[in-house]
C-alpha cells in the first residue's frame, strides 16, 4: 500500500523539487523597505531629549530640594525601637 511506482516517485521529487525552487526565490527576492519619515523621526529625538531633559531636571530639583544628612555613627542610622 506504501510502495510507488517510479512514475510516481519522480512526480513527487519533481514537485519538491519545484516547491523548493518557488520557496528559495521567494526568499532571495528583493524586499523594498519602507522609507523612514524625516517628521517621526525629529519627533521621536526630540521628545528623546525632551525625557532627558526633565529626567535631569527632577534629579537637580530634587537634591537641592531634599536634605540629605549623613549619619555620624551606624547607631543613628539604625531604627530606635
Known amino acids: 500500500m506504501g510502495a510507488l511506482t517510479p512514475e510516481e516517485r519522480r512526480r513527487v521529487f519533481l514537485a519538491r523539487q519545484e516547491a523548493s525552487r518557488d520557496a528559495l526565490a521567494r526568499l ?10 524625516p517628521l517621526r523621526r525629529r519627533l521621536n529625538a526630540a521628545l528623546k ?30 531604627p530606635r525601637l
Open 28 to 37: 532571495s527576492a528583493p524586499v523594498a523597505a519602507p522609507e523612514p519619515h
Open 49 to 78: 531629549t525632551a525625557m532627558i531633559v526633565a529626567l535631569l531636571g527632577t534629579g537637580w530639583f530634587a537634591y537641592h530640594v531634599v536634605e540629605f544628612h549623613m549619619p555620624a555613627s551606624i547607631a543613628e542610622a539604625l
